[in-house]
């Protein structure tokens, strides 16, 4: 089982890379949700599929992705959508993007009476959106085998969320429901990068 030192000692090699210019692509760190995340994969098994976002390093290695693989494919520029079809992975570098796809999963998962489930990450401004309240309510009317992981930085790129919609927090800050997992954290690094190197 990974501690949050491995994670997050994982994630300062990245931004060393990045940093002294060895990643010419976009990356987008993980800090101060470690203890939250082997939390949660601590009940996600080798036949889940987990769908997360362009933040996933964590996601990866906490599915069982080797570190070494991991990094290699971060040096070649796919930290933004990491996927690993063998570890039951898959990452997409737009926003929402990977919700319809976990969606479609989830029934097929359901229409084939296979013993698995599947966990979908996203951010605070994606479950704000439209397609992420579609998603949600067409999941819980089918029965899907499916669960939301909300990860909360309060934070759309450099926006800050809540403040866009004109709200307080989060509309699933105390949700009950029991397709939804939400947790908040604050984050060290910049929304992308690793905040010594300017990237455009």
């Known amino acids: ?32 949700n470690e203890d939250a995340l082997i939390e949660i994969f601590a009940k996600i098994r080798t036949q889940d599929w987990v769908f997360s976002t362009w933040r996933s390093h964590y996601h990866c290695l906490l599915k069982g992705v080797d570190r070494d693989q991991l990094y290699d494919s971060i040096l070649k520029g796919n930290s933004i959508a990491l996927c690993f079809p063998e570890h039951r992975i898959f990452s997409s570098a737009i926003v929402g993007g990977n919700v319809p796809i976990a969606l479609g999963t989830a029934m097929a998962m359901k229409m084939r009476a296979e013993d698995a489930k599947v966990f979908c990450f996203v951010g605070d401004m994606t479950a704000e959106s439209g397609l992420f309240h579609e998603s949600l309510k067409y999941a819980k009317n089918n029965a899907l085998p499916i669960s939301f992981m909300i990860e909360d930085n309060g934070m759309s790129v450099m926006t800050d969320t809540f403040s866009t919609w004109g709200q307080d927090a989060s509309t699933y800050a105390t949700s009950s429901d029991p397709y939804i997992t939400y947790y ?17």
């Not at 690793?194 to 455009?200: K, P, Y």
């Open 1 to 32: 089982m990974l501690t949050p030192e491995d994670l997050i000692s994982f994630e300062e090699r990245v931004a060393n890379a990045f940093n002294a210019g060895l990643i010419r692509a976009p990356i987008h760190l993980h800090y101060g």
């Open 184 to 200: 908040q954290y604050s984050n060290k690094y910049p929304h992308s990068g690793a905040g010594v190197r300017v990237q455009f």
